[in-house]
């Protein structure tokens, strides 16, 4: 059974650094892609990151890059989102996901861990 459990949320000023944790168990993880998702009130959830877990490769929203950066630590099993330079805009209740490489769907979701960002 997957599990993944997402930590680090809160409330940060504009301008501000969050990172959020996601720690994934159940399984071993090196066949499947980790993402980060959001999705803020009255809006759809959107991608945010996504990264390889074997060979670390990294993608980005355009929203977010260069503000952005998603890792992994295999000892750990866990993936992180480092968010700095923050707006207001970024608030959002942010989830993490997985799915293996050749799937075309993220099948597993954690709970979500909200960051609001005040102006």
Request: charged share 20%; aromatic share 14%; net charge positive.
């Amino acid at each position: 059974q997957v599990q993944l459990v997402e930590s680090g949320g809160g409330l940060v000023q504009a301008g501000g650094s969050l990172r959020l944790s996601c720690a994934a168990s159940g399984r071993t993880f090196s066949n499947y892609i980790m993402g980060w998702f959001r999705q803020a009130p009255g809006s759809e959830r959107e991608f945010v990151a996504s990264i390889t877990w074997s060979i670390g490769r990294t993608y980005y929203a355009d929203s977010v890059k260069g503000r952005f950066t998603i890792s992994r630590d295999n000892a750990k099993n866990t993936v992180y989102l480092q968010m700095n330079s923050l707006k207001p805009e970024d608030t959002a209740v942010y989830y993490c996901a997985a799915r293996e490489y050749v799937a075309t769907r993220y099948d597993y979701w954690g709970q979500g861990t909200q960051v609001t960002v005040s102006s």
